[in-house]
């Protein structure tokens, strides 16, 4: 049984090794957008608009942009209206086609666009807070002895709190979270970002034999290259003075669309759909200009280092 395994693993990394050999050394060139939610799943909430449609937009633009700066780069979506992709009848089916159309057009790379949220509700919430308590005593009999004893009556007020968390972050599919070398990854647990997995969709077990070797595979061709890319993108953002959460891996729970899909693969949190002024940037048309610009800066220069390295290779 054990010698079986072993060959299955091996059969596996080396059919995951020589697909991986036969995407690279092309470059970008497959380029999948997939614009967050949609249709009967909205994602969230916020005060004016939803997450699906504010992603919607911030793809569109964005893929226009790639296609006018790079002719040759084919650009699919995974939904270009307001519905579930694929017209796809619930979430789960919506992520499973996500992945397919993903590997299935032979994609290069894999960027979906998200919005955040936090708190109660967006812009803000009341809740019952206490402002004030007075001092009283009273005399309490214990056999014999009699002493005061101090107690405290206490005012409450229902206090607006303003939904504050801002900026932005991008997740990656991480395959050893304890990589150590991997100092610019954030492994705290805190986690308000994007959960896209329900109970139907598993992570991969790994004590599985082919799941454990497309891991490997993963972790060895794909990761480091969605890391350099989700770098990219914060370093942009913070050069547009937005703040940065930083670039986030998760591997135990949430973004089960990066691990899916057989390619270098971000989730992109553009900013909190929760707070009141960042909702209306990221509704407004400058707002939107500056994080296409951002994103399509960051992957201008995630395929001009592929291509350098290409030339590289073959000498020139």
């Known amino acids: 049984m054990r010698c079986k395994s072993l060959l299955l693993l091996f059969l596996t990394v080396s059919f995951f090794g020589q697909a991986w050999s036969q995407k690279s050394g092309k470059g970008l060139r497959t380029l999948i957008i997939d614009p967050g939610h949609g249709g009967l799943d909205p994602g969230a909430r916020g005060m004016i608009t939803t997450e699906a449609d504010i992603s919607l937009d911030i793809s569109l633009k964005l893929g226009?942009?790639?296609?006018?700066?790079?002719?040759?780069?084919?650009?699919?979506?995974?939904?270009?209206?307001?519905?579930?992709?694929?017209?796809?009848?619930?979430?789960?089916?919506?992520?499973?086609?996500?992945?397919?159309?993903?590997?299935?057009?032979?994609?290069?790379?894999?960027?979906?666009?998200?919005c955040n949220s936090a708190g109660h509700r967006p812009g803000g919430w009341y809740e019952k807070r206490v402002v004030g308590k007075t001092a009283h005593t009273k005399t309490?009999?214990?056999?014999?002895?009699?002493?005061?004893?101090?107690?405290?009556?206490?005012?409450?007020?229902?206090?607006?709190?303003?939904?504050?968390?801002?900026g932005t972050e991008t997740y990656v599919w991480a395959m050893n979270k304890n990589d150590d070398k991997i100092n610019s990854v954030s492994k705290s647990n805190e986690y308000t970002g994007e959960i896209d997995s329900t109970s139907t969709l598993t992570l991969p077990d790994p004590s599985d034999p082919t799941e454990k070797a497309r891991m490997l595979v993963y972790a060895q061709y794909y990761f480091r290259k969605s890391l350099n890319l989700a770098n990219?993108?914060?370093?942009?953002?913070?050069?547009?003075?937005?703040?940065?959460?930083?670039?986030?891996?998760?591997?135990?729970?949430?973004?089960?669309?990066?691990q899916a899909t057989g390619m270098p693969s971000i989730l992109i949190e553009i900013g909190f759909i929760s707070n009141k002024e960042e909702e209306e940037y990221l509704v407004s048309n400058s707002g939107q200009k500056e994080i296409v610009t951002n994103i399509f800066n960051a992957i201008k220069k995630y395929k001009e280092k592929l291509e350098d390295k290409d030339k590289e290779k073959k000498g020139f």
């Not at 017209?87 to 790379?109: E, I, T």
């Not at 990219?232 to 990066?258: A, H, M, P, T």
């Open 64 to 114: 226009d942009t790639l296609a006018k700066a790079f002719p040759d780069l084919k650009i699919i979506f995974t939904r270009t209206s307001d519905v579930l992709p694929g017209n796809s009848p619930n979430k789960d089916a919506a992520l499973k086609y996500r992945a397919n159309l993903a590997n299935q057009s032979g994609g290069d790379l894999f960027v979906a666009i998200h």
């Open 140 to 166: 309490v009999k214990k056999g014999k002895k009699s002493y005061k004893k101090t107690y405290y009556t206490y005012e409450y007020e229902n206090v607006y709190v303003e939904n504050k968390a801002k």
């Open 232 to 258: 990219y993108v914060q370093d942009e953002f913070q050069e547009s003075n937005r703040v940065d959460r930083g670039v986030k891996q998760r591997n135990d729970k949430g973004i089960w669309v990066l």
